[in-house]
DNA sequence: GACATTAGTCGCATTATGTGACTAATATGC
DNA sequence: GCATATTAGTCACATAATGCGACTAATGTC
């Protein structure tokens, strides 16, 4: 996609925020943006993004600027809020970003035009990109405790050591693998399958799926120690 | 507000449910639609909302259609999302939603036009507005852990057990005196006034005020037991 | 002064968590 | 084959958090 003629402004975009885990981080998909020659050299990605065409609904729109970008995967995919500051490289007043989350090794890309970069190893993004960025992996992570964000990012089926380095990506720090393992365990969150896997060195690890729903209501205490 | 006429449909309005302690659950600022007289008589209630008047930031509009609905009230707002299936009263085809927590004892309107209503005693609504509702509901109770969100609904100084009451009547649940206090005091989080509310009968209570934020940063392990 | 009512605390049983050390199963080097 | 490295998975025990009933404290009402 080339710059677009002094675009007339759009009401408003749908920005997908796509994740994925890549060598023990999150990396995300950016799209670039017109061939480096116009004035603006410094900012050469974008955060992919689309606008309506007619009366499409806000989730089909992400799944379509998710499926351009990525080129299949329906992943799984949620909003993340509205953001009117600053400008926007498709001219829209309003951006509604969303989240996707991609799972490991399942990371494509549609055309030479994508690209996924690891978080660490960003190129330059405008302001209000970037604020965008940061507040969508701030979104996941607060919902790790509440919503299956960290299976999202991984295959149906999965190791448990694999769990946990999800886990400690997210979280930022490491985690005690015998603790990790009981709570899990006292969940019920994930089933045994009767698959194994040999990764070279070391014994196998057993392969896990998450478990059916179990609709398990938390009865206990408020924890007010993460209160920020 | 009187019917538009037959409105050109706006790009997106802002829309802010607000919320207050009422009667041991919670209540919400509804807006008078219309005088009754029109042929849709069963939906005389919507959500305040606002639309743009020109290059207004998102904030800026929800801190508009607060003052307007409650006539003052600086409340603590936090965005909840995009939604854009369904009507809406504007004839907008999006609702970027706003939730406000009015402190107890605060809620007030700037007219007639307006109302609070108990949850459990909701007038009609439509579709959208029944499940934006529903949705900034969720969005504070999925957000009692992370953020001061039951501190909003106080006043600056508060007795322990109208804090446990809002944790009560946000989680739905009721909570055990002993273990509520103990990990209140165990986090912190609040800190002692020397002053006293005689409520009438029992003996009077201390109020408390929260306490300037510590940083404390979660070193425990993940739990596993509330996803869902 | 007996009683009702609400605030606030204590002690102990139970459960959850942190942590290091252990065993198990595989690959590699010699 | 056998020692060693590497990763998976478990155990046992110490410490910390939580559930919960019973207690004391301070007020108003009769």
Redesign the interface.
């Known amino acids: 996609m080339s710059r677009e003629p002094r675009a007339r402004r759009q ?2 975009s749908v920005d997908v925020v796509a994740l994925t885990p890549r060598d023990n981080e999150l990396a995300v998909l950016l799209e670039r943006r017109g061939d480096g020659a116009g004035r603006d050299k410094s900012v050469r990605w974008v955060i992919p993004w689309t606008v ?1 065409k007619s009366g499409e ?2 989730t089909e729109l992400s799944q379509r600027a998710l499926r351009n970008s990525t080129g299949a995967a329906t992943t799984w995919t949620t ?1 993340v ?5 600053g400008p926007h490289p498709g001219g829209s ?2 951006s ?1 970003l969303y989240v996707a989350l991609v799972p490991m090794g399942q990371a494509t890309v549609s055309s030479e035009n994508f690209e996924w970069f690891r978080l660490s190893d960003l190129p330059a993004l405008t302001e209000r990109q970037s604020q965008m960025l940061q507040v969508s992996v701030a979104a996941v992570r ?1 919902r ?5 964000v960290a299976f999202k990012l991984l295959p149906a089926t999965f190791t448990l050591s694999e769990l946990q380095h999800i ?1 400690e990506l997210l ?1 930022g ?1 490491r ?2 693998k015998a ?2 393992r009981r ?2 365990a ?2 019920a ?1 994930v089933e045994p399958t009767d698959e194994w896997r040999s990764e070279g060195r070391g014994r196998p690890a057993q392969l896990y799926s998450l478990g059916t ?1 179990k ?2 209501r ?11």
Chains 1, 2 share one sequence.
Not at 144 to 148: G, H, I, N
Not at 218 to 228: A, E, I, T
Request: aromatic fraction near 14%; avoid cysteine.
């Open positions: 009401p408003y309506s609904g806000l909003q809020g509205a953001f009117s500051d007043e309003l509604i607060d790790l405790d509440l919503y299956p886990y979280l720090r985690l005690h603790s990790f709570a899990l006292a969940a969150l729903r609709r398990r938390g009865k206990r205490g408020v924890r007010f120690d993460l209160l920020g």
